[in-house]
């Protein structure tokens, strides 16, 4: 079955990278990339940007240009850019906008409601926020109102799950990625999120999986096909990752 690799970092030290809590990744290039994801039906993905790559985009550029067409950009911006800037990076390939809540390296989420609703008017881009549900609760009343937003890695933490699920059924997404970094049942979370929205999951590589305790494996697909029905598990590999990147927001 075709995968739309919803999320997945690259790690090029042409480039510039920044220390982030003590911590520089190992490199993980685009072809580390796709060498790792061969004897998989990869057709396509959404390369986000890391804490440690701060606001720099010229790895991110390299990076589209390298892997293709069908590959997509998730980046990091101060709130003020210019106009200029945000449409250039939308004409090369990148199409959302990242909060890097747990981690840092990004934007600070003071500016969410701004900056996620002006890069939605001006270049259609979603927002993608890394964040633990367990800070979720304190924002969701922000996020709930954006036109378009994403979290990532099921939310990692059980606690604040009830959050997330009210999210959900306001039509935010989440991607199914990450399995090593969260602290309960991937699978259970998966069918009730599938229950609530079939819409809103999208599965995600997560590679080179920096920092998580368990790194992508194979089995993480595996469990897919396990707890859900084969066109479901085509929404939620391929599907739904493909409409919000590419069909359900048309470039302007």
Do not use: C
């Amino acid at each position: 079955m075709k995968i739309f690799d919803s999320h997945l970092h690259i790690i090029d030290k042409t480039f510039p990278l920044i220390e982030n809590q003590g911590f520089i990744p190992a490199t993980f290039t685009s072809q580390d990339y796709l060498n790792s994801v061969k004897n998989l039906n990869v057709v396509g993905g959404a390369v986000v940007s890391g804490s440690f790559q701060g606001f720099d985009q010229s790895y991110l550029v390299d990076t589209l240009q390298t892997l293709g067409k069908n590959f997509v950009g998730v980046t990091q911006l101060p709130y003020n850019s210019s106009d200029e800037e945000i449409i250039r990076l939308n004409e090369l390939g990148v199409r959302g906008i990242r909060f890097n809540v747990n981690r840092g390296g990004s934007e600070d989420i003071s500016h969410l409601d701004y900056f996620a609703r002006r890069v939605y008017e001006l270049a259609n881009w979603h927002t993608e926020l890394y964040i633990n549900t367990e800070s979720l609760t304190e924002i969701a009343t922000t996020v709930e109102k954006l036109p378009a937003v994403s979290i990532d890695h099921l939310g990692l933490s059980k606690s604040g799950y009830p959050a997330l699920l009210s999210l959900v059924e306001k039509g935010v997404k989440v991607k199914a990625t990450g399995f090593g970094r969260i602290d309960f049942d991937p699978g259970e979370a998966i069918r009730t999120i599938y229950s609530i929205n079939p819409d809103a999951l999208m599965f995600g590589t997560d590679l080179p999986s920096t920092r998580a305790k368990r790194p992508f494996n194979i089995s993480d697909i595996e469990l897919l096909y396990d707890i859900l029905e084969e066109e479901q598990v085509k929404k939620v590999l391929y599907e739904n990752a493909m409409k919000w990147e590419f069909y359900g927001r048309l470039a302007p």
